[in-house]
């Protein structure tokens, strides 16, 4: 998702991580913060699912008050939404 120097097969390259298994797991009502957060970026990547966007990103909401992230998976989660921002703005 991050590259220095885009190649035209970037996107494919990584649609492996949002597969419709990967993805069904990330939507159980038990998923941690991290596994949430990829399911979001996984429907705006994909285009998929994105009715259920607003809910999941209330249950996301509702597990961050619930459960603090360590650190390396905030790293993680900014390191995304920061490319997401230079990519499409």
Known sequence: MITTH????????????????VQAQRSAPDARVPELF???HGMLFT?????NFSATLMHLL??????????QEWTMMAA??????LKYG
């Open 80 to 85: 995304v939404n920061i490319s997401v921002l």
């Open 6 to 21: 885009p190649f035209e097969t970037a996107h494919e390259s990584v649609l492996p991580l949002w597969s419709q298994t």
């Open 47 to 51: 285009n998929i699912q994105l009715d």
């Open 38 to 40: 990829m399911f979001l």
């Open 62 to 71: 509702e597990r961050l008050d619930i459960e603090e992230p360590e650190g």
